[in-house]
């Protein structure tokens, strides 16, 4: 039951945002709309609103639509006209600017944008972050560069120019590059942290297979050894570390003027340690501060007492800085969505991650489980697919009647009626073939 009611909350919830987004735009704009409605089929339940709209919700939550006042409409349906105002027969969708015709279309989308902002921006203020370190492990014999290669403890910093911080964001880069031959260009900070250096790759159909796809770092030439970095995300209330100045967000560069390049380090370090204070070097924002810290003492796993700080690892943004990072975050992986879906057109990526209604009920059900956080996380991203889908040039999507209106402003007139029908034609055509796929790739993967 919970993959169900959890699926029905995610779908409304991303339906509800992207119609409301053509609705509101479509009402500053004075474009009567005869119906709002979340879901499609059959209506259950419905509303009228002062201004002749109909809210109604429909029994198949796949969907959802925004009946907009049309000359079309009129042409095929007259009886809808006949209880309108004169001032609302007059506001046709025809009838207004091409621009704001064109804000209506962008509206669904750019809503859903904005909320998938709006939920990362919540999710990064109300966790702790862990950052992490990419350090470069064992190095293959087959691993080729050209004059210089990174050595076992160097970080990795870059692919193709573009910052990695963590295993995601790096399956991200090396997935944008399947397909491609020529170099992938890795950026590297040496161990000592002294310097920065490139190192090409040559790469001929790089990721290539489906087995490759499914966990590219493995096809770099070398191990990654991911580890966190030593930003103190929590002071637990037990400890003495809070009240002898440590301060979450501090960076800790040096225990007992060692240094310390990750939280591993620190407790490695710790593991072996046998005196009850600590002095630590930590960079708090750009000051260097000396901190003399109390251990406790407490008994491990193993049934051995041992030393501990009372911290655990990871990074608290400010709301500003989440709101910043929601967005990037947002744009990031509009970009990557773009990019995959034109390698799956190219067949440079497989279709294997291409999940319909089946693996989305089952993903949202999943995450739902996880806790609330996940939930918000997989409505994100759901948020920014939708957002990216609706504008490719489909007739039938937001992108294809952009398209449409652009054709329509080199013409100087709307496209011709049997023109537009077929165009429609082969939208819903696509569509729909889109969605048999991909339910029968959800299926095989229960095969």
């Known amino acids: 039951m ?65 009946a907009f006042h049309s000359d079309k409409v009129v042409k095929d349906d007259s009886e809808l006209a006949q209880g309108l105002t004169p001032e609302q027969k007059a506001n046709t969708f025809e009838s207004k600017p091409r621009w704001q015709r064109a804000l209506v279309m962008l509206a669904g989308p750019a809503a859903n944008f904005l909320l998938a902002i709006g939920i990362l921006a919540l999710i990064f203020a109300n966790s702790i972050e862990r950052q992490f370190i990419l350090e470069v492990g064992e190095i293959s014999d087959s691993y080729l560069v050209q004059n210089t290669q990174p050595r076992q403890g160097d970080e990795l910093i870059a692919i193709n120019n573009k910052s990695v911080s963590s295993l995601q964001e790096v399956r991200l880069e090396l997935l944008s590059f399947a397909g491609a031959s020529g170099y992938l260009d890795l950026t590297f900070k040496s161990k000592n942290g002294s310097r920065q250096f490139e190192v090409p790759i040559p790469v001929k159909n790089f990721l290539s297979s489906v087995e490759s796809q499914a966990n590219p770092e493995l096809f770099l030439g070398f191990n990654l050894a991911i580890k966190l970095q030593p930003i103190v995300g929590v002071i637990s209330n037990d400890s003495m570390a809070g009240q002898n100045g440590l301060k979450v967000n501090d960076r800790i560069l040096e225990v007992n003027s060692i240094i310390i390049k990750s939280f591993e380090d620190l407790a490695e370090y710790l593991n072996s340690y046998q005196d009850s204070e600590i002095d630590l070097k930590v960079q708090r924002s750009d000051q260097i501060i000396y901190l003399s810290i109390p251990l406790g003492t407490r008994i491990n796993s193993e049934g051995f007492e041992e030393k501990f700080i009372g911290i655990m690892p990871g990074m608290k943004r400010s709301l500003g800085s989440s709101i910043f990072k929601g967005i990037y975050e947002t744009y990031n992986l509009s970009v990557k969505t773009l990019t995959f879906v034109g390698k799956m057109i190219t067949q440079d990526l497989g279709t294997q991650n291409l999940s319909g209604p089946i693996g989305i009920v089952q993903m949202a059900g999943d995450t739902a489980k996880g806790g609330f956080l996940p939930f918000l996380y997989l409505m994100a991203l759901l948020s920014i697919s939708l957002g990216v889908l609706n504008l490719l040039p489909i007739p039938v999507l937001d992108g294809g009647q952009l398209v449409m209106l652009g054709v329509e402003a080199i013409r100087g007139s709307p496209m011709p009626e049997r023109m537009e029908n077929f165009f429609y034609m082969f939208g819903w055509i696509a569509v729909g073939s889109l969605m048999i796929f991909a339910i029968f790739n959800d299926i095989s993967k229960f095969l």
């Open 2 to 66: 919970i993959y169900l009611i959890s699926a029905i909350i995610l779908l409304g919830v991303l339906i509800t945002i992207h119609e409301y987004g053509h609705f509101i735009v479509g009402r500053m704009c004075n474009i009567h709309i005869y119906r709002f409605s979340l879901g499609m089929g059959p209506i259950i339940y419905k509303r009228i609103d002062k201004q002749g709209t109909e809210f109604a919700l429909s029994a198949f939550p796949l969907g959802g639509y925004v």
